[in-house]
């Protein structure tokens, strides 16, 4: 890949970009053995699918929602993995204006308790402190996943829909402002870590964020503020990759580029180096691109809040990713290159004769959905008892309810587990309005798991064209192998409906 830069740019990197390219043509970010077959997507019907969160319109307001994968971190360490797992899923809808109402989960264990316990309470402590009900939750088992659990978290959120914010219109001269915890040297190189097979380092466990759930609701809290007072119209938050891929995407999604003043950035250790700044994932922060004259304003609700803030750049017309420390400029490449990555040939050789469905152990019990809170915010309508996986939640403002089921497809069977989902909420009284999933697969250089995957979004395309609903959002996470073991092809879905007016 360095090659393939190095030629497009006619001059060699430093260390510095290529500590840059590691994490933006990782898996992870780059999606580069998913991409092509994701924009075959059902889309007809989804708003706003191409950025933080996707969803669709009820009336004056809309749900967006979005499911991501924290598989590797679970791994390593199952209570912040999982934890933050949330808190990070909770930021994609919170940075389109969304206020978060709902969590849900979709877990897949093996044999390892303290992954299993470590995960519930990871999930558990960090919704229930921010006040955001837990209120769908599939729990499955299968020894496939004794070395890599998968850990699928689904954030819903409710937003104006003419108040929704993009971070696709940035301007020339707008600031950019990073908002919330002083950024550490935790969650290094957690893009990368999350796109290779799993090796059980200790070292691993600095690609692992920490949690602060505290810090989150204030910035909940104070990110809504920020936008109900228009202070902001272009934001992004900090997930895989930090800074980097927070900046890049804001610059790259509308047409422009960023200057970067590293020395700027507000941290928590004196030792910490640019490469470090950049590619840090420290939890609880959110990018703000502001106008000058609404610093003033946006920086009293952040103080209200207490919550750290520092103005680290600008956004620039030219098209080029610009990072300066301490006066000296140490990195400079166009933004389409920094954040596109090269096509990579696919494998689609392979047969799909054991590729059909199959099912696997419900382990879900009263001792793991207790753990969660699943009535705060008063929208609940149901109780977890009879099915944990649905529940059913009021949106007052638009005299209304919408249905919440999660389900898996494990090893095929991708069509039948969509189509017996849809059944499931029809009979209840509501109409399909769209998914967003997580297609967690093993190592996508060795066949038959790319044949696997088309077959995927293929099953997902019949069913979405049938039951007329689109897929909203989603995730993919590849590598999903710890040595000599590899999971079972899980496709982790959560499915909205909506109720005809009431």
């Given at each position: 890949m360095i090659d393939y830069v190095e030629k497009s740019l006619n001059r060699k990197l430093n260390e510095f970009e290529k500590s840059l390219f590691s994490a933006t043509y990782s898996e992870h970010c780059g999606y580069l053995h998913s991409k092509k077959l994701l924009s075959k997507l059902y889309r007809k019907g989804a708003i706003y699918y191409k950025?933080?969160?996707?969803?669709?319109?009820?009336?004056?307001?809309?749900?967006?929602?979005?499911?991501?994968?924290?598989?590797?971190?679970?791994?390593?360490e199952p209570f912040n993995g999982?934890?933050?797992?949330?808190?990070?899923?909770?930021?994609?809808?919170?940075?389109?204006?969304?206020?978060?109402?709902?969590?849900?989960?979709?877990?897949?264990?093996?044999?390892?308790?303290?992954?299993?316990?470590?995960v519930v309470e990871g999930i558990s402590f960090y919704g229930n402190c921010i006040g955001v009900p837990t209120v769908s939750t599939e729990v499955l088992y299968d020894k496939s996943y004794t070395f890599n659990p998968l850990v699928n978290v689904t954030a819903i959120g409710l937003a104006k829909y003419d108040d929704i914010v993009t971070s696709s219109c940035a301007k020339p001269g707008q600031k950019l402002l990073l908002a919330g915890s002083a950024t550490m040297k935790d969650g290094l190189g957690g893009a990368a870590f999350a796109s290779k097979t799993l090796k059980n380092r200790k070292e691993d466990k600095l690609s692992i964020q920490i949690a602060n759930p505290f810090m989150k609701k204030k910035l909940i809290e104070a990110t809504l503020e920020i936008f109900r007072r228009k202070l902001v119209l272009c934001a992004q938050d900090c997930g895989a990759a930090g800074i980097l891929s927070s900046t890049s995407e804001a610059a790259f999604k509308s047409g422009l580029g960023v200057k970067l003043e590293l020395e700027r950035v507000h941290t928590a250790d004196s030792s910490i180096t640019p490469e470090e700044i950049m590619l840090s994932e420290t939890q609880e922060r959110m990018l703000f691109v502001i106008d000058e004259d609404n610093i003033t304003e946006a920086a009293k609700i952040l103080d209200k809040y207490r919550i750290e803030y520092s103005l680290i750049g600008e956004v620039i017309p030219q098209k080029v990713y610009e990072v300066f420390y301490q006066g000296k400029l140490i990195g400079s490449i166009p933004t389409e290159i920094l954040v596109t990555p090269p096509e990579v040939k696919l494998d689609f050789s392979g047969d799909l004769s054991d590729f059909t469905g199959e099912k696997i152990k419900d382990i879900n019990s009263k001792d793991i959905f207790e753990q969660y809170d699943s009535t705060v915010g008063a929208r609940t309508m149901l109780e977890p008892y009879e099915n944990p996986a649905y529940n059913e939640l009021l949106i007052r403002e638009e005299n209304t309810s919408i249905c919440i089921y999660t389900l898996s497809a494990i090893n095929g069977g991708t069509y039948e587990t969509l189509r017996d989902?849809?059944?499931?909420?029809?009979?209840?009284?509501?109409?399909?309005?769209?998914?967003?999933?997580?297609?967690?697969?093993?190592?996508?250089?060795?066949?038959?798991?790319?044949?696997?995957?088309?077959?995927?979004?293929?099953?997902?395309?019949?069913?979405?064209?049938?039951?007329?609903?689109?897929?909203?959002?989603?995730?993919?996470?590849?590598?999903?192998?710890?040595?000599?073991?590899?999971?079972?092809?899980?496709?982790?879905?959560?499915?909205?409906?909506?109720?005809?007016?009431?």
């Open positions: 950025e933080n969160a996707g969803g669709f319109r009820i009336g004056k307001h809309a749900i967006l929602f979005k499911m991501e994968s924290h598989n590797h971190p679970c791994a390593v999982a934890a933050t797992g949330i808190g990070g899923i909770i930021r994609d809808v919170l940075a389109m204006n969304a206020e978060p109402i709902a969590l849900c989960n979709s877990l897949k264990f093996g044999d390892n308790e303290r992954v299993k316990n470590g989902g849809v059944n499931y909420i029809s009979q209840r009284g509501y109409i399909p309005m769209g998914i967003t999933n997580c297609l967690n697969f093993p190592n996508p250089e060795h066949a038959p798991v790319m044949l696997q995957f088309k077959k995927t979004i293929d099953d997902m395309n019949k069913a979405c064209e049938e039951f007329k609903f689109p897929v909203c959002s989603g995730n993919v996470s590849f590598y999903n192998e710890a040595e000599n073991y590899k999971i079972k092809p899980s496709a982790s879905f959560t499915l909205i409906g909506i109720k005809n007016k009431i």
